[in-house]
């Protein structure tokens, strides 16, 4: 069957930047999956996707003319269901075979479907026409587009009444086989060969397409627009390079900005501004962040990575001389920069310390009041947290940094940039007087934002981060604002998540429910229900997700978890010793019978004594068990006291061979009262010395 190459685009009005990536690879990828489900292209078929601001296109390769002939199975019913005694078609079975179109009785098949035999029938079902299924694919592509939010405007085909919903005006449509249109419609538009490219640089005002192959060539050459996202954010980022090593800098590096700005141009040209020097006595975040968030500019940096006073802009016009160009942007961004200077002048009039107390008119949850009474209580739990940690120098740094922590909030450059929290907190600390422990506390306190964001820098920012992230999973969840499937509106999964890297990265000697308990006792009496138990799980929910994304096994992780370590620093430890475990011979029985040894002691009614009574040992297999435990125990004892898990298990391994005699020979619920209360002592004991670490049995298949 004949192939050619497929082009479909739909040419819109700008498109939503910050979307625009995502847009383009699911219109390309849906597409591209319902023609090869539906038999037109091969599972191998290359795609190429195309996304520009006013555009989303697809090429795929080798698509067929019609899709082959698929040879149809189906099950009808029971075979004495569809045949009477003497072979011939029941009224059942006839009845079926009309509701299915066929007329008369065709040849059919026995097949054995269980227990019966049932009748089956084979047809050859026609393949889908490529205009059948482009239709039915591009539908799909354009219903399954990741868009927030659509628009509704007039259906260009209609009488005035008639309208369209799409995340923009759509103008025009291209379905090129070959170099044949395929006529398709969508958003009351008719498939054509003609779309526009730039709208001030195109050599032509309308592009004729040849072919679905020519399509990113005749669109470059005649419509000036690079019509590949991925080849066109490229193309940006060479120019920055080229344009900073002119200068003997360097562009900041930030990958979100560069989809934005691919998303923004059709054909980049990157050119190079300045503003004035006076401005750099402004912290350079506030700098580079309205650069970034107002005028999409990629700052400049030094060879020491400080930040200079020019930028780079990317324009989508590519003019003789561009000096107008450049002077309109530097126009532009010098009233953002002196606003900037501005508030970091105001700011510093008013010590961050005289802020405080207007916290106490910023509501924070109308369950849980203001940010000042969110503040005593950051305070509270970074001073427990403190004292834990180190010494009254210590809490007294952290009880400081707590109380600062949020007065960066009512200054004039964070309500203008509220990203910069902390961060100006930090700077206005600083101006302040106050020692850097303090003032990089205030700025870390927030950390980590996000993952792989770095940890607080010092101890007394971790005390503080550690409060501020416990205090808010302690109030929503004593309110009962839980995270439900998708939804987490306060980022408590990664207020979790923070708590745990801090712990386990900071190795903090820190008992989770001590640290849970006193975030909860932060807070006024009657305010929040008791949740700690309930914080507790959603901590350890998140850390056995960590550890799996680490590369240990469901079972490994289960096995260390389910015992609640109270010590979150330690699961690493733990959890290598159990892998080390598991790897030994003797690992599969020993599981195998703590799993057992667990199960027997679960059924016992009432308490089970720990002592053995070395008289009652009848059987040989219990007294060889009993002396290889006395033995053993010792020596696992001393390297868990140690801090070597592994060691500790290892040691355990020794003791495969007594525990499978004993169970081969030895009977627990022996009808004697004396040696089954005796033998469920020893089982009692080899099962405490068996998980200090983990509960083996997990690993258990």
């Not at 989770?512 to 308990?517: S, T």
């Not at 703590?594 to 059987?619: C, H, M, P, Y």
Request: with cysteine; net charge negative.
């Amino acid at each position: 069957m004949s192939t050619n190459n497929l082009l479909i685009e739909l040419f819109v009005e700008e498109l939503p930047p910050k979307s625009l990536k995502k847009l383009g690879e699911s219109f390309a990828q849906t597409l591209s999956a319902s023609l090869k489900a539906q038999g037109l292209a091969s599972a191998e078929a290359q795609i190429t996707s195309f996304a520009s601001p006013r555009r989303l296109a697809v090429h795929v390769e080798a698509v067929a003319i019609q899709a082959a002939d698929k040879l149809v199975t189906q099950k009808l019913m029971p075979v004495k269901v569809g045949l009477d005694a003497e072979g011939k078609a029941t009224p059942a079975l006839l009845k079926k075979l009309a509701s299915l179109g066929i007329e008369g009785v065709p040849a059919l098949k026995t097949v054995m479907d269980g227990k019966a035999e049932a009748l089956y029938f084979d047809s050859l079902l026609s393949g889908v026409k490529l205009q059948e299924g482009l239709q039915r694919a591009l539908n799909e592509a354009l219903a399954r587009l990741p868009i927030a939010r659509v628009m509704t405007y007039p259906d260009p085909t209609g009488d005035g009444w008639a309208t369209v919903n799409f995340v923009r005006p759509a103008h025009s449509l291209v379905a090129l086989y070959g170099n044949e249109i395929v006529p398709v419609a969508a958003l009351g538009l008719t498939a054509g060969n003609t779309t526009k490219g730039h709208r001030f640089e195109a050599a032509v005002e309308t592009i004729m397409l040849k072919d679905a192959d020519s399509y990113a060539q005749q669109l470059e050459t005649e419509g000036a627009v690079i019509a590949s996202f991925a080849q066109r954010r490229a193309e940006i980022v060479r120019q920055l390079n080229m344009a900073a090593a002119k200068e003997g800098l360097t562009p900041i590096e930030d990958e979100a900005l560069l989809d934005e700005v691919t998303a923004l141009v059709e054909r980049p040209n990157v050119l190079t501004g300045t503003f004035e020097m006076a401005y750099l006595e402004v912290p350079p975040e506030c700098l580079i962040l309205t650069m970034k968030a107002n005028q999409k500019y990629f700052p400049l940096l030094d060879a020491q990575g400080k930040l200079t006073n020019k930028f780079l802009i990317v324009s989508n016009i590519t003019p003789k001389d561009a000096s107008l160009v450049i002077q309109g942007n530097e126009r532009v961004v010098r009233p953002r920069l002196a606003d900037a200077k501005f508030f970091f002048d105001q700011d510093r009039k008013k010590p961050l310390d005289a802020r405080v107390l207007g916290l106490a008119r910023v509501v924070y949850h109308n369950k849980l009041g203001t940010q000042g009474e969110r503040v005593e209580r950051v305070q509270a739990i970074a001073r427990a947290i403190a004292r834990q940690l180190g010494g009254d120098e210590l809490v007294r740094a952290a009880d400081q940094a707590a109380l600062l922590a949020k007065a960066d909030l009512l200054t004039d450059m964070v309500g203008e940039f509220p990203e910069l929290q902390g961060i100006m907190g930090r700077y206005y600390a600083q101006c302040d007087g106050l020692s850097d422990e303090v003032a990089y506390a205030i700025e870390d306190h927030y950390k980590p934002r996000f993952a792989g964001d770095a940890l607080p820098r010092n101890q007394t920012g971790v005390c503080v981060a550690l409060a501020d992230k416990l205090e808010t999973l302690a109030g929503m969840f004593g309110i009962g604002q839980i995270p439900t499937g998708d939804r987490d509106p306060f980022a408590l999964r990664r207020h979790a998540l923070g708590v745990i890297r801090m712990l386990i990265e900071k190795q903090l000697p820190l008992n989770l429910v001590d640290l849970i308990g006193s975030a909860f006792a932060g807070f006024a009496s009657g305010l929040l229900n008791n949740a700690q138990v309930e914080v507790a799980t959603f901590i350890y929910e998140r850390l056995s997700g960590m550890m799996k994304e680490q590369g240990y096994t469901a079972n490994e992780v289960e096995a260390v978890l389910c015992m609640n370590p109270a010590q979150i620093y330690l699961v690493p430890v733990q959890l290598e010793a159990v892998r080390a475990f598991a790897a030994l011979p003797e690992a599969a029985a020993l599981a195998a019978a703590n799993k057992r040894v667990g199960n027997i002691l679960k059924k016992v009614e009432g308490d089970i004594s720990g002592n053995v009574n070395d008289a009652l040992l009848a059987e040989p297999a219990e007294q060889a068990l009993h002396l290889a435990l006395a033995q053993i125990a010792p020596l696992a004892d001393a390297a868990f006291l140690a801090g070597d898990y592994t060691a500790h298990l290892q040691a355990l391994a020794a003791l495969r061979v007594p525990v499978d005699a004993f169970f081969d020979s030895v009977m627990v619920n022996a009808d004697n009262p004396a040696l089954r209360a005796n033998r469920l002592g020893l089982l009692a004991q080899l099962h405490q010395a068996m998980n200090r670490v983990a509960d083996l049995s997990r690993l258990a298949a």
